[in-house]
């Protein structure tokens, strides 16, 4: 008799109770009975994580599977995209003009977000928590009938590689320097990039309204580290701006035109999309949601996708400022809608002619050993901590972005210690569910999310056992918070401060435990009621207290270099002539980072 072969049932990543139990064909009633049992108090309406519904499902005697297609195929990376694109403009084929994709980079402080904000009219700045851009964006902006593409990177120095990733999608950097006050270490290592990667520039002297603005300093600066203006001979457009004031705005968005048509931007809108994934996100009303800069070709409405493991379909298209477009070209960032998980920042998307090979060739190679399990553990391998002396901060991360988690994790890598350290228990983007909670409950791990808020079952699940969640939407408060308990871990330590030295002339009493000396302060003081240590010919006897300090035979608090005194030792060492007493303060403090 052949035996019959059970299908297994597929599971969304995020289910409502009503509907795990639609899928399962079993009474809700049974479901919920099955999720208290596992110590789950959710209601119908509520939603539950895939990995709750495996087990309840399991339990249950049903077999299920998730209903995305995920996997870590030999997709097209960055590099070769650039190969692609390079091959495109020396075959000079189907080639029509493009926008120009522009990133703004510079030292923290030296207004690149004023200037964001000058150039798209918007207040750039109120949106954003913290004053710091967060994620990756961008939008574009219509000069003389040109379009420009803007790719807006984060600006602080922490965020060096999400604003390298910028810097690698555009065709020209504006390189902010502030007139007031000048090259600083960041705007150099901004220099040094644009070098490396060979990034046509255009500079934007800021801040000329400032009363010490000094914008001839600033060229000098700039010549001295091989970036000539072309005004002092050399081959760089500058341009001279107040982004507050909104001073030489068009002025730089001219020169932005300039380079480039001299640039002679193309691509092929004919083929095929290829583009990169500047953001990724999980909305509550939308799913998952992909900004995507299209490089070359057309993407489409309805058409097939393959953005790093994930295969799709784009339902929707949407231009940065949310209306629907049925297509988007070369240079246009577009917000793609419909695929059925979040991909990763850097992935590439690209048009894809036969959705079922392709969902087909990704589950093979997920088959080999190459899928999201393996990639993501050997990820937890590099982060967890080999010496088991360090005390460890258990911490499971969820941000709304992986741009978010790529900056954190950057941020919170500079914190060096001997003593503590993190141990990531888990990484991801999207909600804090109950896998986190039960995870979190296991490992002794605070749950952090940023931008990331917890499903209700979750967060009942996390009170019934005492799960501590926190949540932040800047993300130096959330750093500041790991900071604080890293340090809270190291306890305290004893600090000795030194505060003089006395030479030994004569010793006038000798008690059990007490004894009355006289000498001359040779350094420093000696201070009444502080600790006194012995020293003889450089090697310490001991130690004891000083109780009583008199100059003259009167009291007093302490006695200053040069001026002989009388001191009371309270202590077990016995004191002798041309003996050395060193007195000094201590005190119990807390260690900090």
């Given at each position: 008799?052949?035996?019959i072969?059970?299908?297994?049932?597929?599971i969304?990543?995020?289910?409502?109770?009503?509907?795990?139990?639609?899928?399962?064909?079993?009474?809700?009633?049974?479901?919920?009975?099955?999720?208290?049992?596992?110590?789950?108090?959710?209601?119908?309406?509520?939603?539950?994580?895939?990995?709750?519904?495996?087990?309840?499902?399991?339990?249950?005697?049903?077999?299920?599977?998730?209903?995305?297609?995920t996997?870590?195929?030999?997709?097209?990376t960055?590099?070769?995209?650039?190969?692609?694109?390079?091959?495109?403009?020396?075959?000079?084929?189907?080639?029509?003009?493009?926008?120009?994709?522009?990133?703004?980079?510079?030292?923290?402080?030296?207004?690149?977000?004023?200037?964001?904000?000058?150039?798209?009219?918007?207040?750039?700045?109120?949106?954003?928590?913290?004053?710091?851009?967060?994620?990756?964006?961008?939008?574009?902006?219509?000069?003389?009938?040109?379009?420009?593409?803007?790719?807006?990177?984060?600006?602080?120095?922490?965020?060096?590689?999400?604003?390298?990733?910028?810097?690698?999608?555009?065709?020209?950097?504006?390189?902010?320097?502030?007139?007031?006050?000048?090259?600083?270490?960041?705007?150099?290592?901004?220099?040094?990039?644009?070098?490396?990667k060979?990034?046509?520039?255009?500079?934007?002297i800021?801040?000329?309204?400032?009363?010490?603005?000094?914008?001839q300093?600033?060229?000098?600066?700039?010549?001295?580290?091989?970036?000539?203006?072309?005004?002092w001979?050399?081959?760089?457009?500058?341009?001279?701006?107040?982004?507050?004031?909104?001073i030489?705005?068009?002025?730089?968005?001219?020169?932005?035109?300039?380079?480039?048509?001299?640039?002679?931007?193309?691509a092929?809108?004919?083929?095929?999309?290829?583009?990169?994934?500047?953001?990724?996100?999980?909305?509550?009303k939308?799913?998952?949601?992909?900004?995507?800069?299209?490089?070359?070709?057309?993407?489409?409405?309805?058409?097939?996708?393959?953005?790093?493991?994930?295969?799709?379909?784009?339902?929707?298209?949407?231009?940065?400022?949310?209306?629907?477009?049925?297509?988007?070209?070369?240079?246009?960032?577009?917000?793609?809608?419909?695929?059925?998980?979040?991909?990763?920042?850097?992935?590439?998307?690209?048009?894809?002619?036969?959705?079922?090979?392709?969902?087909?060739?990704?589950?093979?190679?997920?088959?080999?050993?190459?899928?999201?399990t393996?990639?993501?553990?050997?990820?937890?391998?590099?982060?967890?901590i080999?010496?088991?002396?360090?005390?460890?901060?258990?911490?499971?991360?969820?941000?709304?972005?992986?741009?978010s988690?790529?900056?954190?994790?950057?941020?919170?890598?500079?914190?060096?210690?001997?003593?503590?350290?993190?141990?990531?228990?888990?990484?991801?983007?999207?909600?804090?569910?109950?896998?986190?909670?039960?995870?979190?409950?296991?490992?002794?791990?605070?749950?952090?999310?940023?931008?990331?808020?917890?499903?209700?079952?979750?967060?009942?699940?996390?009170?019934?056992?005492?799960?501590?969640?926190?949540?932040?939407?800047?993300?130096?408060?959330l750093?500041?918070?790991?900071?604080?308990?890293?340090?809270?871990?190291?306890?305290?330590?004893?600090?000795?401060?030194?505060?003089?030295?006395?030479?030994?002339l004569?010793?006038?009493?000798?008690?059990?435990?007490?004894?009355?000396?006289?000498?001359?302060?040779?350094?420093?003081?000696?201070?009444?009621?502080?600790?006194?240590?012995?020293?003889?010919?450089?090697?310490?006897?001991?130690?004891?207290?000083?109780?009583?300090?008199?100059?003259?035979?009167?009291?007093?608090?302490?006695?200053?270099?040069?001026?002989e005194?009388?001191?009371?030792?309270?202590?077990?060492?016995?004191?002798?002539?041309?003996?050395?007493?060193?007195?000094?303060?201590?005190?119990?403090?807390k260690?900090?980072?």
């Amino acid at each position: 008799m052949e035996e019959i072969v059970k299908e297994k049932i597929k599971i969304p990543s995020l289910v409502t109770v009503k509907r795990f139990a639609e899928l399962l064909g079993l009474p809700i009633v049974e479901v919920i009975k099955e999720l208290m049992k596992n110590k789950i108090l959710a209601t119908i309406n509520d939603e539950i994580d895939f990995e709750t519904a495996a087990v309840i499902a399991s339990d249950l005697g049903i077999e299920t599977e998730k209903d995305i297609e995920t996997s870590d195929s030999g997709a097209m990376t960055l590099e070769n995209l650039d190969e692609i694109l390079k091959k495109e403009k020396g075959s000079g084929k189907n080639l029509q003009h493009r926008p120009p994709v522009v990133t703004i980079l510079g030292h923290v402080d030296h207004g690149k977000t004023t200037l964001l904000d000058a150039i798209r009219k918007t207040s750039v700045v109120e949106k954003e928590a913290g004053g710091i851009t967060q994620h990756i964006s961008a939008y574009q902006v219509k000069k003389k009938g040109e379009i420009i593409t803007f790719v807006d990177t984060p600006g602080h120095e922490a965020f060096s590689s999400m604003r390298e990733r910028g810097v690698s999608l555009a065709d020209i950097a504006i390189l902010v320097v502030a007139a007031d006050d000048g090259v600083r270490p960041q705007t150099e290592e901004v220099i040094q990039y644009l070098k490396e990667k060979k990034i046509p520039m255009v500079v934007a002297i800021n801040k000329i309204d400032k009363p010490n603005a000094n914008p001839q300093r600033v060229k000098q600066e700039l010549a001295d580290r091989e970036i000539m203006i072309e005004e002092w001979g050399g081959n760089v457009v500058s341009a001279e701006i107040s982004a507050k004031q909104n001073i030489g705005i068009d002025e730089l968005l001219d020169m932005i035109l300039l380079v480039a048509e001299v640039e002679d931007l193309r691509a092929d809108n004919k083929r095929p999309p290829l583009g990169v994934v500047i953001e990724s996100r999980l909305d509550p009303k939308k799913g998952n949601i992909a900004t995507v800069l299209v490089r070359t070709g057309t993407l489409k409405e309805g058409q097939d996708v393959a953005a790093g493991s994930i295969v799709g379909r784009v339902r929707r298209l949407e231009d940065f400022k949310g209306r629907q477009l049925k297509e988007a070209g070369p240079s246009t960032p577009v917000t793609v809608i419909g695929l059925n998980s979040a991909p990763n920042v850097n992935d590439v998307l690209q048009g894809v002619t036969d959705l079922k090979a392709a969902k087909v060739a990704q589950k093979e190679m997920q088959a080999g050993g190459f899928g999201e399990t393996k990639k993501f553990d050997s990820r937890q391998m590099m982060k967890t901590i080999e010496n088991e002396n360090i005390k460890k901060l258990n911490i499971i991360l969820k941000t709304d972005v992986q741009g978010s988690l790529e900056a954190i994790e950057q941020i919170l890598g500079t914190i060096k210690s001997d003593e503590v350290g993190l141990d990531y228990i888990k990484q991801g983007v999207g909600d804090i569910t109950e896998s986190d909670v039960k995870l979190g409950q296991n490992s002794k791990a605070v749950v952090f999310g940023f931008n990331s808020q917890p499903t209700t079952v979750a967060k009942r699940l996390a009170q019934m056992n005492n799960v501590e969640i926190k949540t932040y939407r800047v993300i130096y408060e959330l750093v500041d918070e790991i900071k604080k308990r890293l340090s809270d871990m190291l306890g305290e330590e004893i600090v000795r401060t030194d505060l003089g030295k006395l030479k030994v002339l004569a010793v006038f009493m000798t008690g059990k435990k007490d004894m009355i000396v006289g000498g001359k302060v040779t350094s420093g003081k000696m201070a009444n009621k502080e600790n006194i240590e012995v020293l003889r010919e450089e090697k310490s006897l001991g130690r004891g207290k000083l109780i009583n300090l008199q100059q003259n035979k009167v009291n007093v608090d302490e006695v200053k270099e040069g001026v002989e005194c009388g001191i009371t030792f309270l202590g077990e060492t016995k004191i002798k002539e041309g003996d050395v007493l060193v007195c000094f303060h201590e005190e119990v403090v807390k260690k900090i980072l």
